[in-house]
């Protein structure tokens, strides 16, 4: 009975590490419109995209069906309710330490030189953008290895970050 218990607990850990970071449960290329609604009570009558603030936070998800025509031949790989990406924008003053994130597994990166942005990424689809050092958006996306089905639309990650 241990053995199964055992068993049981390192299969659902390996399962939650195969996913990309999900936000309150939302994991991008793996959930959808519904999915959104069921969780968060959002998104019931939007089909390509939708914003709301949840909290201390402003919210806005794009869902493969608003996908610009030059990533048309994603979008007819995925159904069109499938969440592309969360990106969460806090409405309080936050730093990268209160994302509580294992700095040894962020990639630093420079969003725009004219600004003193700061950008980190991770292969487990998170990109946080930072602005005289206070978290100035966090982007959830698909983790590095599913990014293949939309390969061209997670190309530069560091592209969703909002320049001032």
């Known amino acids: 009975m241990k ?15 195969s996913y990309a970071m ?22 019931s ?14 919210v806005h998800i794009l869902f493969a069906a608003g996908l610009t025509d ?20 806090p409405r309080t003053k936050l730093k990268l330490a ?3 994130l294992d700095k040894r597994t962020l990639q630093y990166f420079t969003p725009s030189a004219p600004y003193k942005m700061k950008g980190y990424r ?3 689809g998170l990109v946080v953008s930072l602005f005289k050092d206070r ?3 966090v982007f959830y996306l698909p983790r590095h290895s599913d990014k293949h089905q939309c390969n061209d639309f997670y190309l530069n990650p560091e592209s969703f970050v909002e320049v001032p």
């Not at 999900?22 to 290329?29: A, M, Q, T, Y």
Request: hydrophobic share 40%; charged share 25%; net charge positive.
């Open 3 to 17: 053995r199964v218990i055992l068993i049981t607990i390192l299969l659902l850990s390996a399962a939650k590490l």
């Open 22 to 43: 999900d936000w309150r449960g939302i994991v991008p290329l793996r959930s959808t419109r519904s999915d959104v609604v069921r969780l968060l009570n959002q998104c």
């Open 45 to 58: 009558d939007q089909i390509q995209a939708c914003r709301f603030t949840l909290d201390n936070e402003d």
């Open 70 to 89: 030059y990533y048309h031949h994603c979008a007819t790989r995925l159904p069109p309710e499938t969440v592309m990406f969360i990106a969460v924008r």
């Open 98 to 100: 209160d994302l509580h």
């Open 122 to 124: 991770s292969r487990d």
């Open 135 to 137: 978290v100035r958006q």
